[in-house]
Structures are given as structure tokens and as C-alpha cells.
């Protein structure tokens, strides 16, 4: 780990554990205590205030600054900041402030950067139809107990219904997908990873422990993707495609189905609760498959086939 690394994560630890240790810090960063003590009297030197002690027992916290250190950025990470501030996935509480950033940004770079700028703040976008948006608070704390590797204790919203639900989960990833929030997390006690809804958790409360949880999914974002095309749905859907697994790929969204390969076909596997909605979205595919379950798939298909017969 390099110096600015290291000192980012010491930021970070001091922010997910006010009050912690030379020791700890110490500990978690794999460095000796003199190190440690370094990387603060730096951070100090740079701006940040740091409250607390240099000694074995003295504990650090953040304290208020009186402004923002400064932050060295060249055109490339100034354009990616502005990109993520004109089109970052929608959090309640962020939208003005996402606004006035950029204003500041544009204000502060060197005259030669502010026509790219420009350009980026024109942006437009379209406004989801149905947004589902994360608590600004919510996201922050599940985020730095996800760096920490932090137990939390949410408040979760089931689907479909109003009744809130207590739950302490040890979270892995906060995973952004299609312009909506999720968090990985598996539950106290449990033998497998779940996917929350973070517009779902009304609170998010650290417990101050990290509890004992099955080896997390290699890769967060593929494995929320499975769960939103395999979720809760009362009807799992195969069928054959008689084409390559790549070219299925090249038209089926991961978070819509998963597609498995098996040399020159491939199977194509997701989950709905209307098998009338999934004869036409397979029929929009326009590919060869056969119906390998539900059965009583093909009935709808053979139904959505005669109505267009009908009525073309």
C-alpha cells in the first residue's frame, strides 16, 4: 500500500471509528505505531483536523474543520468528478447540492478546462419514470460500514408491503445498478448473501462488531445483477436457444436473465411473476428457443401467437 493510500484509509478509519487508537490503527493498517503517527501529523500538516492524542493510549477522531483541504486533480479527474455529479444515481437529499458542486468546480479549475466543463454541465438525461431513491444518510453509513467491514443494523422494507423490518447484517459492497442502489449483505446467522434495496432501509445504525458470515461473492455487481433477474418471482423460466451463448449476451440485459453457455446453444434462465409479459419479451428477441420450463409457457406463447394471427 502506498503512503497516500494508506493515509486515505487512515481518513477513512477515522471517520468509521471515531475515537480509535494509535494501536488499532496501527493494526489494521499493518504498519508500526510510529508510522501512524506519522501519517496523522501529515494529514494535520494537509488540513484535516485531526482531535486526539500521539500516544499508545490516545485516541483520534475528526473534528470540524474551518475549510476543505485542497485537492489536487488534473483534467481527467476533474471531468470524471463532473461526469459523476451530473449524472450519479439520484440520492433524496443530494440533488441541489450535486448542482452547486459543480458551479464550485467549474469556478475553481484552470480557465483552460472550464469550456470541457461546459460541455459536460449541457448533459441531459432521462428522468426515471418510477425513481426509487436512497436516503443521503442511509447510503453515506452503509457505505463507510461496508470500508470499515462494520456490522450494521437496518431497517428494511419488504417488497410490497409498509412494515418495517429490524435486521443486522454484515454488509460487503454498496452496488449501484440501472440508476438504483443495493446493498450485499448477509444477515446475522445466515448462510448466504442477500440484495437490500437501499431506497428500502429507512436506518442504518452501526453495531460496532464484524460478525461471523460465509466467504462474500467474488464479484458484487454480477451477483446483485443474478438476484434481480432470479429474485423472488413465482415462475422460473429455461429455455433452449439455438444460438451462441455470446450473441445472447449481446442482447439480453444480466439483470433481465442469465445466460448459460453450453457450446453451440445455450440455455436461457430469469424469473417473472407473468408469463405473458415473458412469452412477448422472448418473441422480441427474435431467436429460435425451445421451452424447457414452465410448460405451461408454450400455452402462452401459442396464445400471444394466435391473437397476432387475429389481429394482423
Known amino acids: 500500500m502506498s503512503a497516500v493510500s494508506r493515509r486515505l484509509e487512515v481518513l477513512a478509519l477515522l471517520q468509521a471509528h471515531p475515537g480509535i487508537s494509535a494501536v488499532s490503527l496501527s493494526e489494521r493498517l499493518g504498519v508500526t505505531e510510529r508510522t501512524t503517527r506519522r501519517d496523522i501529523a501529515q494529514l494535520r500538516d494537509l488540513g484535516y483536523h485531526i482531535e486526539g492524542e500521539a ?128 446493498l450485499v449483505a448477509c444477515p446475522r446467522g445466515a448462510d448466504r448473501w442477500l440484495a437490500y434495496g437501499v431506497d428500502r432501509v429507512e436506518s442504518a445504525q452501526p453495531l460496532g462488531v464484524r460478525l461471523d458470515v460465509p466467504d462474500p461473492p467474488p464479484d458484487a455487481v454480477a451477483f446483485v445483477a443474478e438476484k434481480l433477474a432470479h429474485g423472488p418471482w413465482r415462475h422460473r423460466v429455461r429455455v433452449r436457444v439455438h444460438t451462441s451463448a455470446d450473441l445472447v449476451r449481446d442482447l439480453v440485459d444480466p439483470t433481465t436473465a442469465t445466460v448459460v453457455d453450453d457450446g453451440d446453444t445455450c440455455e436461457l434462465r430469469f424469473g417473472t411473476d407473468d408469463l405473458d409479459w415473458a412469452a412477448r419479451w422472448l418473441t422480441y428477441l427474435n431467436l429460435d428457443f425451445d421451452v424447457i420450463e414452465p410448460e405451461s409457457l408454450a400455452t402462452h406463447l401459442g396464445g400471444l401467437g394466435a391473437w397476432l394471427a387475429d389481429r394482423y
Open 55 to 182: 500516544g499508545r493510549a490516545g485516541g483520534y477522531r475528526l473534528g470540524p474543520g474551518r475549510e476543505m483541504p485542497p485537492l489536487l486533480l488534473d483534467a481527467d479527474e476533474v471531468a470524471a468528478v463532473a461526469v459523476g455529479l451530473r449524472t450519479a444515481v439520484a440520492v433524496d437529499g443530494l440533488e441541489a447540492a450535486a448542482v452547486t458542486a459543480f458551479a464550485k468546480l467549474t469556478r475553481v479549475v484552470p480557465a483552460k478546462w472550464r469550456t470541457r466543463l461546459s460541455a459536460l454541465g449541457e448533459v441531459q438525461s432521462l428522468p426515471d419514470a418510477h425513481p426509487r431513491r436512497a436516503g443521503r444518510d442511509v447510503l453515506v453509513a452503509l457505505a463507510l460500514a461496508c470500508r470499515a467491514g462494520e456490522a450494521v443494523r437496518i431497517r428494511h422494507r419488504r417488497n410490497g408491503t409498509g412494515a418495517l423490518k429490524p435486521v443486522e447484517v454484515q454488509p460487503h459492497r454498496v452496488v449501484a445498478v440501472r440508476r438504483r442502489w443495493y
